[in-house]
């Protein structure tokens, strides 16, 4: 199947910084890739161009379309939810339903009204008079019944509370995801959606410093837990990082062959914030 | 065209405030004064014993109950003038809702982020802006002439208890009155009207296109600032410019261009147009379409359409690629 998304030296700079430098990756459809990075790596950048919000130097498809010049178009495959309560503050959910149905080609009003009956939103209600998570809520309803082939969420949950947040990403993947879209997306809190990412792409001043597919993520990192005892052996082996806990070190490898990282310790597959936080060590410093 | 439809619905439920309840309060306010002036008129005369007997005698109406056509002709314009009047009112306080509309147009999505959600639909720039050039040139002033024109027939209706009231017979001359011509005629002007206004609505466009902050403060200061500069060289000799010239021609066009009749400056001096008389010229006539429209035939008012045209066209081109964070 062709790839949703080519990006092939992928440049972009403002007036000081670059932030994003010849960047290339590929993205298949049906994935849920998440795009981490720490603030300013890019990523919004990332995001914006893949969307024609912005311009760029080198070649980006999306959907076999140039984002910059075919965007129109371009919109009636992909969707985005650029960040938490974007919605215009004087909507009412009647007129967004109204508004999306007769202005997008791809919207099935039926799923949406589907989806608000399981929340507590009324159609009457504006957008000024509805908590964070409830303009989330609509925004997500509007979202998920368009058939978009690409969903891009940038920060979707910023600021909501768990229960939010776990129904957002629930709902996404329940009654939105399937093999024929694809999602992208970025957020802070990694634990929650680590779950449900299929691929990873760590991106660090404006380049991409990791890009893999989960299982192979497993295969290629490791965290070992070693005892005081095994530590010096355990660091001649070049670990990416290592942790004390209870007395005990955690080391995380790169690339080390499994059986005999067995013979330390305990081996398990890292969590993607240990492997996010090893990798950045010293983007602030 | 289904696109455009629902783009300038949605600019109306954004606006409604604007363009349905301003000028429904204003022809209200203005309503509620007339019946107070009108019952304070009443109980002052009571209390100094005045009586204003506006019978058909003290009016001068023949027993036979016919006036002779030239009065009737008079009463009919004052009748048109009154509601005419009032359809003005009402449109000039649409003109400085449209104002500010136009201003915060391509500025107030930006800065709320809601543009975000907008661009996430499939909706192209140029119809974005088309709808929001729709709305002040059509949507708005349609409305308001249409609550002006409510307006106006409340206020005769008022005028005309408050005459029968007094023992006048109005049946008399409202024959003379042409409430549906002068309504048709307003309604019929609004094109000529959205054509001379472009340039104010491209400039204040571009500007909210444009600002990252204050579009109202670049929309006045750049051509108000402009105008003095010109002028000040003129003062001091350095060049030989004309600012009288240029605030009517680019400052006042650039800001003033919505206000109602605003064609009237380009057929000032056009032949055949009519000059104030009560006799010669009713109401109706000042409303001609055709000597109206003749307006058309001013190289300015082309000019100005060009580089309305022109800004709005720039403003659809930023609009593209200004994200502000």
New interface residues.
């Given amino acids: 199947m062709n790839a949703v998304i080519t990006a092939n030296g992928l440049s972009k700079r403002y007036k000081n910084a670059v932030a994003l430098d010849n960047v290339n990756f590929e993205i298949q459809p049906g994935r849920i890739v998440g795009l981490i990075g720490p603030n300013g790596a890019g990523k919004t950048t990332a995001l914006?161009a893949i969307?024609g919000?912005?311009?760029f130097q080198g070649r980006l498809d999306v959907l076999g379309m140039d984002p910059r010049s075919q965007r129109?178009?371009?919109?009636?495959q992909v969707?985005?939810?650029?960040?938490v309560a974007?919605?215009?503050?004087?909507?009412?959910v009647r007129?967004a339903i109204?508004?999306?149905a007769?202005?997008?080609?791809r919207f099935n009003r039926a799923k949406c009204e589907a989806f608000l009956a399981r929340t507590k939103l009324t159609a009457h209600q504006r957008v000024r008079e509805m908590s964070k998570g409830m303009i989330v809520q609509l925004?997500l309803a509007l979202?998920m019944a368009i058939d978009a082939k690409l969903l891009v969420l940038d920060e979707p949950t910023l600021g909501l509370d768990i229960l939010y947040r776990r129904q957002f990403y629930q709902s996404l993947l329940e009654e939105y995801f399937d093999d024929n879209k694809t999602i992208i997306v970025t957020t802070h809190q990694v634990e929650e959606i680590e779950h449900i990412l299929t691929d990873l792409m760590f991106i660090q001043d404006g380049k991409i410093v990791l890009n893999t597919d989960m299982e192979a993520m497993g295969d290629r990192f490791a965290e070992v837990m070693v005892n005081a005892d095994k530590a010096p052996v355990a660091r001649q082996l070049n670990p990416l990082d290592e942790r004390q806990v209870f007395g005990k070190s955690i080391f995380l490898f790169d690339g080390v062959d499994q059986h005999r990282l067995a013979e330390l310790g305990e081996v398990r597959r890292p969590s993607v914030s240990d492997l996010f936080v090893a990798t950045m060590k010293g983007t602030y410093a | 065209m289904k696109t455009l439809y629902w783009l300038v619905k949605r600019e109306f439920w954004e606006h409604r405030g604007g363009f349905l309840r301003a000028p429904a309060i204003t022809a209200i306010a203005f309503l509620v004064i007339a019946i107070m002036t009108i019952a304070g008129g009443e109980i002052m005369g009571r209390h100094v014993g005045a009586r204003f007997p506006l019978d058909d005698k003290n009016l001068g109406v023949p027993a036979s109950g016919i006036m002779d056509p030239q009065t009737l002709q008079r009463v009919g314009t004052i009748l048109d003038a009154i509601l005419c009047g009032s359809a003005l009112i009402v449109l000039a306080v649409m003109a400085i809702v449209v104002f500010f509309y136009c201003i915060g147009s391509l500025y107030d999505d930006r800065k709320d982020r809601s543009i975000l959600f907008w661009e996430s639909l499939p909706i192209s720039n140029w119809k974005t802006v088309l709808s929001k050039v729709l709305s002040a040139t059509v949507v708005a002033p349609v409305i308001a002439t249409i609550i002006g024109v409510i307006f106006g027939l409340l206020l005769l209706a008022l005028l005309i208890f408050t005459a029968i009231f007094h023992g006048f017979n109005v049946l008399h001359v409202l024959g003379a009155a042409h409430p549906i011509q002068v309504t048709v005629h307003i309604i019929a002007l609004i094109p000529l009207y959205a054509l001379c206004a472009l340039p104010t609505i491209g400039w204040l466009m571009l500007c909210s296109a444009c600002a990252r902050s204050m579009p109202f403060l670049w929309a006045l200061v750049i051509p108000l600032a402009s105008n003095v500069i010109i002028w000040w060289l003129d003062l001091i000799g350095l060049a030989q410019f004309n600012a009288g010239w240029y605030f009517s021609h680019i400052t006042a066009r650039l800001l003033f261009g919505l206000r109602p009749a605003n064609w009237l400056d380009f057929s000032h001096n056009m032949p055949g147009t009519a000059t104030d008389s009560l006799d010669h010229v009713t109401t109706l006539d000042r409303l001609g379409l055709i000597s109206n429209y003749a307006s058309l035939g001013a190289r300015d008012v082309w000019i100005g359409l060009i580089a309305g045209i022109a800004m709005l066209t720039a403003a659809i081109w930023v609009r593209r690629w200004r994200h502000d964070n």
Avoid at chain 1, 86 to 92: D, F, G, S
Avoid at chain 1, 102 to 105: K, L, Q, S, V
Wanted: with cysteine; glycine share 0%.
């Fill in positions: 914006k969307l919000l912005t311009d129109d178009k371009l919109m009636e969707c985005f939810i650029a960040d974007v919605l215009p503050r004087w909507i009412r007129e109204d508004f999306v007769n202005i997008h080609p925004h979202v």
